[in-house]
């Protein structure tokens, strides 16, 4: 939200209040609070008719400094509120100096002016980030205070500014689709079901982090605006309406640290289950099926040795007009438990597409009507809207009877044999309604995604134990990376929408999101066979892998030979690759480092990764460049270092960009220097004792250095560690437990290998 016209005036109507100086404070419980009026005071009058602005400081945690800022301090505080990870206690330290305070948790800190006002964050001796009146609350239709005493807040706004430096650069702000650097957009937090090809975003976060190794989270649901090095290029602007404003600053110094301590406060996501993988086929959407059509596609997935792991049901498993009705639709599937269990029989685990929604033709339609388990209008009446299924209500989830009865329509489903759920949709809810729990309907529009898949996420928790609990969900906040796993969203079937998913995916992941996937050939519309065999690559080198479209069925046959080929060749791979993943996995799970990671955040120090948004890397150590054009050729950069093809061996120098040809059963697919990846025993499944003999591979490991890995059972539990020191021309290994072969892939080929 822009309050500016150029540098020297403001936009017409509008009044900012800053804080011009400290005017009284105290110092209580390592917490400081400031009284700052927005006017200088230089004699008693000017104590009169103005604004106050009561800001409180204090560090959660180590390295975290919170900064909430009210003007009207008997306003009522609405929630909902995010669920963060806050102890009692402030851990700041706080130094009264004559024109300023210094405020430090570790090696951050922040110097408050007492007169002028000012806010500068520095770490150690090196400023990060400053705001000289740039924090203020906001009157856009103001004709001076007499006018303004009708409690209506819609004209008020709390903001805040904070410095940009040369050459630094934001991401995140949740999963995104335009360009992946943020510098010089306006961003709006605010879910809706847009695709993937505009500015609008089923997954929106208020958190951003920058190159210099810092990030903020701005703590409120509703509505967040941004400007992004867009209204003033020197600054990043947020603003929410009313009459407070809850942000935190986290250091790093590193972006991944950044994110670790972004997730400490915001929880880390749940480890999903090994099965989960696999490869996951669906029926897709608007597709003509019935049991006979679903185990075709299965019988012809596993005859053609592609190992399918998950058979996913989307909506028309229940009749049209029914949605949700969460009953199965007997005119094409008329024994489901009986067809679960000859699903299960062949070795795969079953997903089912659900919505928040219960359509008025629903079984459950006036159930929940007459209980009360609806979002309500002001006059009492059923929420209903057309846009979806024809008078749908909407399930109340601040509702605990609600969410008793939600969840006890799913578990018929659990006790049937079904996994998992697609928790679909989420996005469009609306704003001029009343909550059971009195919630602002502001705040709730982002935050029902939260406890939608909260709500489902915890029956399966209860059903099938902790570590077997796994949602496919699209929408999301603040939190919801607790409830894995998070899909794209519906993109068309072409090289743009292919590169837009992975943008966005990657802007999600850097917002503490840790598993991420996409629909492979795409969703609207049938994507040619060579998109279709490129993205299947990609798709099965991303943490979840799941076939599914539209109007169209996605099984490779449909599309020519060699797309099996390819789907068998790398769902293959992946399984082969688990041990290393899985490995991947209980890093997100435990430190909240995505999986899947854009270049910057991990070689933040080599400049030419900055904008880097069609390649990632894949963990620690495998950088993976999907192709994305119909000539077959794969352009890639690799950092310095020495790089391996893992599918080849040839050893590539980084500081380099490459350009060259791959056919479709290959990838740009490297492995980085001084590093040791475990490939497991099996290839047709993902879901095996990774600890059975893994083949160690040690790639380019340099003289002098170490290298360490570990290997994790499905209950995500170390079994293996791995540790290779190279010396001259031996490299001496040494594991924890019996391993299976060791394999040194390196241009020296006179290396030996001591075991011990």
Not at 239 to 247: A, Q
């Amino acid at each position: 939200m822009r309050f500016h016209n150029g540098c020297w005036t403001k936009s017409k109507g509008v009044e900012l209040f800053s804080p011009k100086e400290i005017h009284f404070f105290e110092v209580k419980d390592n917490i400081l609070s400031i009284c700052a009026p927005t006017n200088p005071i230089r004699h008693r009058g000017d104590v009169l008719e103005g604004i106050n602005l009561t800001v409180v400081i204090s560090s959660p945690a180590p390295e975290v400094i919170r900064v909430q800022t009210k003007h009207h301090l008997g306003v009522t505080h609405h929630g909902p509120d995010f669920e963060l990870n806050l102890p009692g206690k402030s851990c700041l330290e706080i130094e009264d100096k004559e024109d300023k305070f210094v405020l430090s948790t570790g090696s951050l800190s922040l110097e408050v002016g007492k007169n002028p006002f000012y806010l500068i964050y520095k770490r150690g001796n090196e400023v990060i980030t400053k705001s000289f009146n740039d924090l203020a609350c906001v009157k856009t239709d103001w004709h001076g205070f007499i006018y303004d005493a009708d409690g209506d807040t819609s004209n008020t706004y709390m903001t805040q500014s904070l410095g940009l430096s040369v050459g630094e650069l934001v991401y995140g702000l949740g999963e995104r689709f335009t360009s992946f650097v943020k510098n010089g957009q306006n961003v709006e937090i605010w879910n809706e079901d847009g695709g993937t090809n505009t500015q609008l975003s089923y997954k929106n976060i208020p958190f951003y982090l920058t190159n210099k190794g810092y990030g903020v989270l701005v703590n409120h649901p509703e509505n967040v605006s941004f400007e992004v090095a867009s209204e003033f290029v020197t600054k990043v602007n947020f603003t929410v309406e009313g009459n407070e404003l809850d942000y935190f600053l986290i250091n790093g110094p590193t972006m991944k640290e950044v994110v670790k301590r972004y997730t400490d406060l915001t929880g880390k996501p749940a480890l999903p289950p090994t099965w989960t993988f696999g490869l996951w086929l669906s029926t897709s959407f608007t597709t003509n099926y019935d049991e006979q059509t679903v185990m075709s596609f299965v019988d012809g997935m596993l005859d053609r040795g592609i190992p399918l792991r998950v058979f996913h049901f989307d909506c028309y498993w229940m009749k049209e007009f029914h949605w949700s009705s969460f009953i199965w639709d007997d005119r094409v599937f008329p024994d489901p438990v009986g067809m679960l269990k000859r699903i299960k029989a062949k070795g795969l685990n079953i997903c089912v597409w659900i919505n928040p929604y219960i359509g008025q033709e629903s079984p459950l339609f006036h159930e929940g009507c007459e209980k009360g388990y609806f979002v309500k209008r002001k006059n009492g009446d059923p929420w209903q809207w057309d846009m979806w299924q024809a008078g749908m209500a909407l399930v109340d989830f601040t509702n605990p009877d609600a969410c008793k009865w939600f969840q006890s329509k799913l578990e018929a489903l659990l006790d049937m044999g079904v996994d998992c759920f697609k928790t679909d949709f989420g996005e469009r809810i609306p704003t001029d309604v009343v909550w059971h729990d009195g919630s602002d309907p502001q705040k709730m529009h982002n935050y029902y995604t939260y406890l939608y898949n909260k709500c489902v996420f915890e029956l399966l928790q209860k059903k099938r134990g902790n570590d077997d609990a796994v949602l496919f969900a699209r929408s999301a906040t603040v939190g919801g990376q607790k409830f894995p796993v998070h899909w794209g969203g519906d993109c068309w079937s072409d090289y743009e929408s292919m590169e837009e998913s992975l943008r966005g995916g990657l802007s999600l992941l850097m917002s503490g999101f840790g598993f991420w996937s996409h629909d492979i050939g795409g969703f609207e519309a049938t994507s040619t066979p060579d998109v279709y065999k490129r993205w299947a690559a990609f798709g099965l080198l991303s943490s979840h892998s799941r076939l599914h479209g539209s109007s169209s069925y996605r099984v490779p046959w449909v599309y020519d030979e060699e797309a099996v080929d390819v789907v068998r060749t790398f769902t293959k791979l992946k399984a082969r690759l688990m041990p290393y993943l899985y490995k991947t996995a209980v890093q997100a799970a435990t430190e909240g480092i995505p999986t899947m990671r854009s270049m910057v955040m991990e070689f933040t120090d080599d400049k030419n990764t900055h904008y880097l948004d069609k390649q990632y890397m894949l963990g620690d150590n495998l950088m993976v460049a999907p192709i994305f054009n119909p000539d077959s050729i794969g352009e890639f950069y690799l950092p310095k270092g020495r790089w391996t093809n893992f599918l080849t061996g040839e050893i590539k120098e980084g500081g380099n960009w490459y350009s060259e040809k791959f056919d479709y059963l290959s990838i740009p697919l490297f492995v980085r220097e001084n590093s040791i990846v475990c490939l497991g025993s099996h290839t047709d499944k993902p879901d095996y004792d990774f600890e059975d003999k893994p083949e160690v591979c040690i790639y380019c490991l340099q003289d002098g250095a170490t290298a360490t890995t570990t290997v994790y059972n499905q209950k995500g539990k170390e079994a293996i560690t791995v540790t290779a020191t190279r010396n001259g021309d031996t490299i001496s290994v040494k594991t924890s437990t019996p391993i299976g072969t060791v394999k040194v892939i390196d241009s020296d080929k006179n290396l030996k290998i001591s075991l011990s």
